[in-house]
C-alpha cells in the first residue's frame, strides 16, 4: 500500500513538473517574443488620429542614423530637426509600438523649443536584436543612444529623455544605473518592478494565479536570454537619480497601475513632480489629455528652468 502510494505521489509529481516546464516554456516565448503591432496598422492608426503628419514627416529636416549597441546589434534612430536648437528630447516608446509612436511627443516638443531623437527599440521597427527583456538590454541600448546623440548636438546642450510604457521603465533604469548624459526626464506610465507587473497580468488576465509559473519562466529566461525579471527594476534604480523628473500616470490605467507610478514618485528624493490623469487607459494620457499634457509638461521646464521663455 505505501509503495502504491509513493508511485502514485511520483506520478503526480513529474506530470506537475512537466506541466510547469510547460507553462515556463511558453511564458518565457510570450515575453522574449511577444507580438509586435504591425508597422502600417500604427502609421494607420496615428494618421487616422492626426497625431502623425505624413506631410510634415517627409519635409521636416531630419537625419537617418544608425548606432551600434554594446549588446551586439544597431538601433535604428531619425534624428527631427525642425528648428534651429540644440535643445534635444531622445523618446522612448512602449513595447510593441515603433518609432512612429513617438511622432506625437515629437510634435508636442517641438511646440516647447525642442529637436527631438526618435528610435526603434531592440527587435522593434527597423533595429536589430532578437528579443524584448522590457528595459534590462534597453537600458544599454539607450546608453549609447544618448552619448551618439550628444556628440551630434555637444556636450553643453539642452537634453531631456521621455519614455512611455517600458520606454519609462528603460529611462529609469538607464538614468539609475549609468552616469547618464541627460538633464531630465519625463516618464509615463512607467512600471516600478517587473516582476511585480508580470505577476498582476498574470492574475488579472489568465486563470494563472500562482508564481510557480514565473518562477519556471525565469529559468528559461535566464537561460536562453541571460537575465531574469527580478533583475528589472525600476524600484531600486530610481534612488539613484538626481536629475529632475516628472512622472505621469491614468488612473484609469488597468494595465500597469498608477500605484506603481505613485511609488516611483514618492522613492525619488527630490526634483520631483507627479500628475495623475483622471482620464486614459494605459499609455493614452497624452491621446485623451492633450492640452493639459501639454501645459504639464510646460509647467515642469519652467519649473526646473529648462523651458525657453
Same mark, same amino acid.
Request: hydrophobic share 40%.
Given at each position: 500500500?505505501?509503495? #502504491?502510494?509513493?508511485?502514485? !505521489?511520483? /506520478?503526480?509529481?513529474?506530470?506537475?513538473?512537466?506541466?510547469?516546464?510547460?507553462?515556463?516554456?511558453?511564458?518565457?516565448?510570450?515575453?522574449? =517574443?511577444?507580438?509586435? %503591432?504591425?508597422?502600417?496598422?500604427?502609421? %494607420? #492608426?496615428?494618421? /487616422?488620429?492626426?497625431?502623425?503628419?505624413?506631410?510634415?514627416?517627409? !519635409?521636416?529636416?531630419?537625419?537617418?542614423?544608425?548606432?551600434? !549597441?554594446?549588446?551586439?546589434? &544597431?538601433?535604428?534612430?531619425?534624428?527631427?530637426?525642425?528648428?534651429?536648437?540644440?535643445?534635444?528630447?531622445?523618446?522612448?516608446?512602449?513595447?510593441?509600438?515603433? %518609432?512612429?509612436?513617438?511622432?506625437?511627443?515629437?510634435?508636442?516638443?517641438?511646440?516647447?523649443? =525642442?529637436?527631438?531623437? /526618435?528610435?526603434?527599440? #531592440? #527587435?522593434?521597427?527597423?533595429?536589430?536584436?532578437? !528579443?524584448?527583456?522590457?528595459?534590462?538590454?534597453?537600458?544599454?541600448?539607450?546608453?549609447?543612444?544618448?552619448?551618439?546623440?550628444?556628440?551630434?548636438? @555637444?556636450?553643453?546642450?539642452?537634453?531631456?529623455?521621455?519614455?512611455?510604457?517600458? @520606454?519609462?521603465?528603460?529611462?529609469?533604469?538607464?538614468? @539609475?544605473?549609468?552616469?547618464?548624459?541627460?538633464?531630465?526626464?519625463?516618464?509615463?506610465? &512607467?512600471?516600478?518592478?517587473?516582476?511585480?507587473?508580470?505577476?498582476?497580468?498574470?492574475?488579472?488576465?489568465? &486563470?494563472?494565479?500562482?508564481?510557480?509559473?514565473?518562477?519556471?519562466?525565469?529559468? =528559461?529566461?535566464?537561460?536562453?536570454?541571460?537575465?531574469?525579471?527580478?533583475?528589472?527594476? &525600476?524600484?531600486?534604480? /530610481?534612488?539613484?537619480?538626481?536629475?529632475?523628473?516628472?512622472?505621469?500616470?491614468?488612473?484609469?490605467?488597468?494595465?500597469?497601475?498608477?500605484?506603481?507610478?505613485?511609488?516611483?514618485?514618492?522613492?525619488?528624493?527630490?526634483?520631483?513632480?507627479?500628475?495623475?490623469?483622471? %482620464? @486614459?487607459?494605459?499609455?493614452?494620457?497624452?491621446?485623451?489629455?492633450?492640452?493639459?499634457?501639454?501645459?504639464?509638461?510646460?509647467?515642469?521646464?519652467?519649473?526646473?528652468?529648462?523651458?525657453?521663455?
Amino acid at each position: 500500500m505505501k509503495r #502504491r502510494f509513493l508511485y502514485i !505521489t511520483g /506520478i503526480i509529481g513529474s506530470i506537475y513538473t512537466a506541466i510547469l516546464t510547460i507553462l515556463g516554456f511558453y511564458a518565457a516565448n510570450r515575453l522574449m =517574443f511577444m507580438k509586435l %503591432k504591425d508597422h502600417d496598422l500604427i502609421v %494607420k #492608426r496615428e494618421i /487616422i488620429a492626426k497625431r502623425f503628419d505624413e506631410h510634415w514627416y517627409e !519635409t521636416v529636416r531630419k537625419e537617418d542614423f544608425w548606432v551600434d !549597441t554594446p549588446n551586439g546589434y &544597431p538601433l535604428r534612430a531619425v534624428f527631427l530637426q525642425p528648428l534651429e536648437t540644440t535643445r534635444t528630447m531622445i523618446i522612448c516608446h512602449g513595447v510593441t509600438e515603433n %518609432k512612429i509612436n513617438s511622432i506625437k511627443y515629437a510634435r508636442l516638443f517641438e511646440r516647447l523649443g =525642442f529637436n527631438s531623437v /526618435i528610435y526603434d527599440h #531592440r #527587435r522593434h521597427g527597423d533595429s536589430g536584436g532578437k !528579443t524584448t527583456s522590457f528595459g534590462f538590454y534597453e537600458k544599454i541600448d539607450l546608453n549609447a543612444l544618448v552619448s551618439a546623440v550628444r556628440d551630434r548636438i @555637444g556636450g553643453r546642450a539642452l537634453l531631456g529623455i521621455h519614455g512611455e510604457s517600458m @520606454g519609462a521603465a528603460t529611462t529609469i533604469l538607464y538614468a @539609475g544605473e549609468f552616469e547618464d548624459e541627460a538633464d531630465f526626464y519625463i516618464v509615463d506610465c &512607467p512600471f516600478s518592478d517587473f516582476t511585480e507587473q508580470i505577476l498582476h497580468i498574470l492574475r488579472t488576465n489568465t &486563470p494563472l494565479r500562482s508564481s510557480m509559473t514565473l518562477r519556471a519562466a525565469n529559468l =528559461f529566461l535566464k537561460i536562453r536570454d541571460g537575465y531574469t525579471t527580478g533583475l528589472i527594476s &525600476p524600484r531600486e534604480a /530610481i534612488g539613484n537619480i538626481k536629475k529632475p523628473m516628472l512622472f505621469i500616470h491614468s488612473m484609469e490605467d488597468d494595465f500597469i497601475l498608477p500605484q506603481m507610478t505613485k511609488e516611483l514618485y514618492e522613492l525619488k528624493e527630490d526634483k520631483k513632480m507627479l500628475k495623475l490623469f483622471e %482620464k @486614459g487607459a494605459h499609455a493614452k494620457s497624452f491621446n485623451e489629455n492633450p492640452v493639459e499634457y501639454e501645459k504639464e509638461v510646460l509647467h515642469f521646464l519652467h519649473h526646473y528652468g529648462f523651458a525657453t521663455s
